[in-house]
């Protein structure tokens, strides 16, 4: 079984400046990681996702993340935010295979930017 | 680009009530999904269904559930006697492969029961 927690549930950051969004995984097998976003009044949106290779993955709208395995972290990054990425961020974990699209999520980090 | 549709988007039902959530996933996509959010907690899988069955179940698929893709096209939960704690968010996905495409979510169907 898999879990995931994020450990800030909301993060106030002001417009420009860089943002990470915390997020922690245990599993007892190799995981897919992904990071997804929604906006108000809508369905989650793949930001981005780690199969395998380099741990330095970039997704949609200026985001990265890094998987580190020895920290078993999936931290998202954005070197500078706009009003317009103010969110819901969703962490999320996979065992693939037959499990792929079974995920498990964390519990959500609301972004807020601020002008 | 082409999405995943659900309705409604806001179905309220008394308890004990039956009720089907519809949703018509992207048209060349064979990997369907539904997913639920109760209010403040976390998204949680429910069930996955491919080539007609269901590949796999959540402990809270329960036999109050059912999914049914009747006619090619929409991808159907129906809850056979609903009740408060039914009540949430509930996701529909669907992928085009199960390797290593991503999961499309629709814009949910939030459900009430009172």
């Given at each position: 079984?898999?879990?995931?927690?994020?450990?800030?549930?909301?993060?106030?950051?002001?417009?420009e400046?860089?943002?990470?969004?915390?997020?922690?995984?245990?599993?007892?097998?190799?995981?897919?990681?992904?990071?997804?976003?929604?906006?108000?009044?809508?369905?989650?949106?793949?930001?981005?996702?780690?199969?395998?290779?380099?741990?330095?993955?970039?997704?949609?709208?200026?985001?990265?993340a890094?998987?580190?395995?020895?920290?078993?972290?999936?931290?998202?990054?954005?070197?500078?935010?706009?009003?317009?990425?103010?969110a819901?961020?969703?962490?999320?974990?996979?065992?693939?295979?037959t499990?792929?699209?079974?995920?498990?999520?964390?519990?959500?980090?609301?972004?807020?930017?601020?002008? | 680009?082409?999405?995943?549709?659900?309705?409604?988007?806001h179905?309220?039902?008394?308890?004990?009530?039956?009720?089907?959530?519809?949703?018509v996933?992207?048209?060349?996509?064979?990997?369907?999904?539904?997913?639920r959010?109760?209010?403040?907690?976390?998204?949680?899988?429910?069930?996955?269904?491919?080539?007609?069955?269901?590949?796999?179940?959540?402990?809270?698929?329960?036999?109050?559930?059912?999914?049914?893709?009747?006619?090619?096209?929409?991808?159907?939960l129906?809850?056979?006697?609903?009740k408060?704690?039914?009540?949430?968010?509930?996701?529909?996905?669907?992928?085009?492969?199960?390797?290593?495409?991503?999961?499309?979510?629709?814009?949910?169907?939030?459900?009430?029961?009172?």
């Amino acid at each position: 079984a898999q879990s995931v927690t994020q450990l800030d549930s909301q993060v106030p950051v002001f417009e420009e400046a860089p943002v990470e969004l915390r997020c922690n995984y245990s599993s007892s097998v190799s995981v897919y990681l992904f990071w997804y976003v929604q906006y108000p009044n809508q369905g989650l949106q793949l930001l981005l996702k780690y199969l395998s290779g380099s741990t330095l993955v970039k997704g949609i709208n200026g985001f990265e993340a890094e998987f580190n395995k020895s920290q078993t972290s999936f931290h998202l990054r954005k070197p500078s935010v706009h009003i317009s990425d103010t969110a819901e961020y969703f962490c999320a974990v996979s065992a693939g295979g037959t499990s792929y699209g079974k995920l498990t999520f964390g519990q959500g980090t609301i972004l807020t930017v601020h002008p | 680009e082409p999405e995943v549709t659900q309705t409604p988007s806001h179905q309220v039902t008394q308890m004990g009530q039956e009720v089907i959530l519809r949703c018509v996933p992207i048209s060349n996509h064979l990997y369907f999904y539904w997913y639920r959010q109760i209010l403040g907690q976390k998204v949680e899988f429910l069930v996955s269904f491919y080539n007609n069955e269901i590949s796999e179940k959540s402990e809270i698929f329960d036999d109050q559930f059912s999914v049914e893709r009747p006619d090619g096209s929409n991808f159907t939960l129906k809850i056979r006697s609903t009740k408060l704690e039914d009540s949430a968010m509930y996701f529909c996905a669907s992928s085009n492969t199960r390797g290593n495409s991503p999961l499309h979510f629709g814009n949910g169907t939030r459900l009430t029961v009172t």
